[in-house]
């Protein structure tokens, strides 16, 4: 018995040979069962900012409205009502099974009895802080991606929006006719005001970033952060020092302002006009000014999925904090990176996982170029760790077991934006 090309474990000594030339097929069968496989899975790759289920969820506030009405796509109340059957798969699992089990036997040349049999090498020592801590510390993390969501600004004291005293439970307080309003272009083309009330109180500058964006930082200062994609509107990443270019900000920020017909407006404008929570108008043609946050319905920034496409080649480890994992098409990152990639979530609760855990075994068997969503079951997880908790004492153990403490001190003890409530 030895291993593959890629970790799978030898089924039978006999067909080792095969493997092998297999090995080097697969980029082309790789393509064409990647195609199959999406096919039955309904992968989501979806361009507008949509929502997959119906819950509200504490841990990931930001721009997570929940209501049916404001997922774009076929709201596919059959495939995605619930979460469990949500994440990436759309379809029968027994249709899926069958699918992956014909793939990774192909790929491996062997019987579905001998499938069984076939394990795959684990690519952290354990699926915990201390299995992840051990891999960076090997080396072998050099292009780390980053998702973050609401929870790692929740210390920073940024207001929430699903939890029970977030904005969504302040409806009156703003007067919106439902929650959702407040990010939807044609209740802000008529009603800007609750929006710029938001504003006064998001726009950057008033709040102080938290122990898990320094833990960012601190990646960055390493030298092996290659991006962190944030979901967070709130631009406190680069208020650490975060140089620009390493955030990707998929839901927008207030670093740049638009009208509703695309004219561009002036920052320092927009700026006095949000902290006073005053709507603005356009200069050039007199339609309302809205900083560049996305609203529901719309497309992410173009770089969102430039980065997405070229960074998650490089990905050698994926940092999920904070999330819940529920909002689309973020929430479908985590399964970009390659197979043997390790991943970790730190979050309050257990989130993005994949429904069926034999489903994950056998497309990494089947040599399939993208991942699954997250499988944390004993038994078949080889990559994905999990730490319940929350954020900033998570980052804090695991700067403990990198030896890096000291440096998180520091950079806490040194920004120079203190918190200022
Ligand atoms: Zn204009």
Redesign the pocket.
Known sequence: MSSDCDGVRAVTPSMEGRRDARCEEDAEGEEAGERAAEKVLGRRDSTTVEYEEEETEDDDAGLSCSSSESSSESSSSSESSSSSEGYGFGRESSEMLALMERLAAQRLGVSSSELREATIEPVLDSFDLKGVAEYIKSGRAKNVIVMTGAGISVSAGIPDFRSESGLYSRLGEYDLPYPQAIFELSYFREKPEPFYKLSSDLFPGKYAPTPTHHFVKLLHDRGVLRRCFTQNIDSLECATGLPVDKVVAAHGNFDAAH?L?G?EADMDVVEKACRVGKPMR?A??G?YVKPDIVFFGENLPERFYDCAQEDFQHCDLLIVIGTSLVVHPFAGLIERPQEHVPRLLINLERAGEAPNSEITRLYRLAGLGRGTGFNFDEETNYRDALHLGKCDEAVFELCELLGWKSDLEALIANCSIKRNL
């Open positions: 009208c017909n004219h356009c050039k043609c339609e």
